[in-house]
């Protein structure tokens, strides 16, 4: 049976992800409230975000968000960035951090993506899931899915990378080429 759902999944999603925002404080629907926020170009904080766009979680099931990520991304006319890594990997700490501190990129990154971090590691590596991915070389690895579920780029985030820093400018161009309105002719 999760064979089943997952060959759905990466049939309608070619996985890459989203789920609804943890908005809790308002009576609007997560998804309107996503995608108001994005129309609006307003700033998105981390508390807005869904608890999967925040940490990794070993305990979170991947393919319920994947069925949730179809529905927001299509709603918020983005495309969706699912982030592999765990909490042991320094490098995802690293982006994290490059992000934090550069917030006109990471408000970018979340006007043009949904994001979904996927947890491998020594307590949950998600094989089932991550079988259903092309293969990754290194972490933290990326996918870029365009709302309607085709995959439209595999990334080596050290691609990133200049003189072993996370790059402004490599990020400004990642979000420039991979965002919806630039990958709807693909």
Same mark, same amino acid.
């Given at each position: 049976?999760? +064979?089943? $759902?997952?060959?759905?999944? !990466?049939?309608?999603? =070619?996985?890459? $992800?989203?789920?609804?925002?943890?908005?809790?404080?308002?009576?609007?629907?997560?998804?309107?409230?996503?995608?108001?926020?994005? @129309?609006?170009?307003?700033?998105?904080t981390s508390?807005? /975000?869904?608890?999967?766009? %925040?940490i990794f979680? #070993?305990?979170?099931?991947?393919?319920? #968000?994947?069925?949730?990520?179809?529905?927001?991304? %299509?709603?918020?006319?983005?495309?969706?960035?699912?982030?592999?890594? *765990?909490?042991? =990997?320094?490098? =995802? +700490?690293?982006?994290?951090?490059? !992000?934090?501190?550069?917030?006109?990129?990471?408000?970018?990154?979340?006007?043009?993506?949904?994001? $979904?971090?996927?947890?491998?590691?020594?307590?949950? @590596?998600?094989?089932?899931?991550?079988?259903? !991915?092309?293969?990754?070389? *290194?972490?933290?690895?990326?996918?870029?899915?365009?709302?309607?579920?085709?995959?439209? $780029?595999? %990334? #080596?985030?050290? @691609?990133? /990378?200049?003189?072993?820093?996370?790059?402004?400018?490599?990020?400004?161009?990642?979000?420039?080429?991979?965002?919806?309105?630039?990958?709807?002719? !693909?």
């Amino acid at each position: 049976m999760k +064979k089943a $759902l997952l060959s759905a999944v !990466l049939t309608a999603l =070619c996985v890459t $992800l989203v789920s609804p925002l943890s908005y809790a404080s308002s009576k609007v629907s997560s998804e309107n409230a996503v995608k108001a926020l994005v @129309e609006m170009n307003a700033v998105i904080t981390s508390e807005q /975000l869904p608890l999967y766009s %925040k940490i990794f979680d #070993d305990q979170r099931d991947p393919f319920k #968000d994947a069925v949730a990520a179809i529905e927001l991304a %299509k709603k918020t006319d983005r495309n969706v960035l699912l982030k592999i890594g *765990g909490n042991w =990997c320094s490098w =995802c +700490k690293k982006m994290d951090a490059f !992000l934090t501190e550069n917030p006109d990129i990471y408000q970018s990154l979340h006007s043009e993506f949904v994001l $979904l971090k996927i947890n491998v590691s020594d307590s949950n @590596e998600n094989t089932e899931f991550m079988n259903g !991915l092309p293969p990754v070389l *290194g972490y933290p690895h990326m996918y870029v899915s365009t709302s309607a579920g085709k995959m439209v $780029l595999s %990334k #080596d985030t050290a @691609e990133f /990378l200049n003189s072993g820093e996370y790059s402004r400018e490599q990020w400004i161009t990642f979000i420039d080429q991979w965002k919806a309105d630039s990958t709807k002719h !693909l």
